[in-house]
């Protein structure tokens, strides 16, 4: 493990909210190897060892050569095992599982525009696998890892949880917001109809060590161009306005979530503080990059793309509901970058 990521397990440590509740449970992450749900696997497997929680880790996942490359050490621990097979199949985990975080998708921009019947399929089939699970086992909690991306098209400076706008059903670039919101209505529906205890998390933009460099997110992107090269392009005027979070932040607020979210309920999980117009995020990565002079130019002949055009002007998200569970932001956004920024100058793009 690198020791930016062993810094943010450590500092995720430090709060004991969720050591009595998930203490000798078992725990199922789907899209394990993603490098969001990664961490919960980390996380977890950590409080086994500082704390001796017990917790019994399942990571279910596809790739195995993802699966070797992110959980290697783990792989002689008795609390820990590899569940491999696609989500889209029927879940068959003969032992007792008490809470489960359903993160399988793609999420890079790229990926998602690549194969959006995977995207969708992820998403869908693996919500209805995994409450069928959840609901075989009388799961204590059920955990989606939703989007902000279900608020659509809404004239709103910050999303609220209550307030929606338009997704087009027809467009292959709303595909992953409309594959959330259907998840989102499938656990709207097991939750009255079979009283299962499903949560929902809505992330901003997750800023974080073990990101695909090129998955086409903003600050993925960013740190790739000043990695190789002099300069960030920015395909746009630069005025579109993000929200970001850092990974801990977001892995201990979709926590409170899982655990004292009201059932049937979404929260979103940002940071207010850090929202940034793209060219100011630009601005904020050349700051905390520090080992050459980068430029930002602007490409011109971009900004008719597509891609760029159907971009809103404005994804934020307001975490006052998230806050009221207990849970506070504290990863500011130069710090963000800065350690997104020194794990990916390390050359690695793997977990050891």
């Avoid at 955990?143 to 338009?166: A, K, P």
């Avoid at 932001?329 to 990916?344: G, N």
């Amino acid at each position: 493990m690198r020791d930016i990521i062993k810094e943010d397990i450590d500092r995720m440590l430090q709060a004991d909210f969720c050591i009595e509740r998930l203490k000798r449970k078992t725990i199922l992450i789907t899209g394990a190897t993603g490098y969001v749900p990664a961490y919960f696997v980390h996380y977890f497997m950590a409080l086994n060892e500082r704390y001796d929680a017990q917790i019994r880790v399942l990571a279910l996942c596809r790739n195995e050569n993802k699966a070797n490359n992110r959980f290697a050490k783990y792989f002689t621990n008795s609390m820990f095992q590899i569940v491999l097979q696609d989500v889209c199949s029927e879940i068959n985990i003969k032992e007792k599982v008490d809470f489960i975080i359903h993160a399988a998708s793609p999420a890079g921009v790229k990926e998602c525009q690549k194969n959006i019947l995977d995207t969708y399929n992820a998403n869908v089939k693996g919500c209805y696998n995994v409450c069928a699970l959840a609901n075989k086992n009388n799961a204590e909690g059920l955990l989606f890892v939703s989007s902000v991306d279900v608020y659509g098209w809404v004239n709103t400076s910050r999303h609220i949880e209550d307030v929606y706008g338009v997704i087009n059903p027809l467009d292959k670039r709303d595909v992953y917001s409309n594959a959330k919101r259907a998840c989102e209505s499938m656990c709207m529906c097991e939750c009255i109809q079979n009283n299962l205890q499903v949560t929902i998390a809505r992330p901003t933009q997750i800023i974080g060590p073990g990101i695909d460099m090129n998955d086409g997110r903003l600050h993925a992107d960013f740190v790739n161009q000043m990695i190789h090269t002099d300069e960030i392009v920015l395909k746009s005027d630069g005025t579109a306005i993000r929200s970001f979070i850092y990974i801990t932040d977001a892995i201990m607020g979709m926590l409170y979530i899982l655990l004292y979210g009201e059932k049937g309920h979404a929260y979103n999980v940002a940071n207010e503080r850090n929202e940034a117009s793209v060219r100011e995020l630009a601005e904020v990565m050349i700051d905390a990059f520090e080992d050459k002079k980068i430029q930002i130019r602007f490409d011109v002949m971009q900004r008719n793309n597509p891609e760029v055009a159907h971009a809103l002007s404005v994804v934020c998200a307001d975490a006052q509901k998230l806050r009221n569970l207990g849970w506070n932001a504290e990863i500011d956004l130069y710090e963000s970058a800065k350690r997104l920024i020194l794990y990916c100058k390390s050359g690695e793009n793997k977990w050891q």
